[in-house]
């Protein structure tokens, strides 16, 4: 008798249906968000592994990426020098004084040096 009382639903049915639909699309884009998550970790950890190779062969190398204040490219050079100075011309006046500048200097004459910042890291 119980077995007989039993009737499908179907309204029970398509709302069951729906909420398959709804819990499969809730968990492709979790799984998606997911993925974008590891792409991005994976882009980050490659570009930091990069950096610290390209900081390496500088230390070994005794070199220094400098930023040139005109061009605003990217310079490689010594790092026996703490000041670097460059003008429009692409003269570098190179310097341990922390005080000097190339300015000032009156046998230099010039007055367009800019301070050659070191590349942020």
């Known amino acids: 008798?119980?077995?007989?009382?039993?009737?499908?639903?179907?309204?029970?049915?398509?709302?069951?249906?729906?909420?398959?639909?709804?819990?499969?699309?809730?968990?492709?884009r979790t799984q998606q968000e997911v993925q974008r998550i590891?792409?991005?970790?994976?882009?980050?950890?490659?570009?930091?592994?990069?950096?610290?190779?390209?900081?390496?062969?500088?230390?070994?190398?005794?070199?220094e990426e400098c930023v040139n204040p005109y061009t605003k490219q990217i310079e490689v050079d010594t790092d026996q020098w703490r000041y670097p100075w460059v003008n429009p011309s692409g003269e570098v006046v190179l310097s341990n004084d922390r005080d000097y500048d190339p300015n000032h200097d009156m046998l230099?004459?010039?007055?367009?040096?800019?301070?050659?910042p070191v590349r942020p890291r």
């Open 38 to 63: 590891e792409r991005e970790i994976i882009a980050h950890r490659q570009r930091t592994n990069a950096e610290i190779q390209n900081d390496m062969f500088l230390t070994l190398t005794e070199q």
């Open 108 to 116: 230099l004459n010039r007055s367009d040096f800019k301070r050659t």
């Open 1 to 28: 008798m119980i077995q007989n009382s039993a009737r499908p639903s179907p309204q029970w049915v398509a709302g069951e249906l729906r909420g398959q639909i709804e819990r499969g699309q809730i968990a492709l």
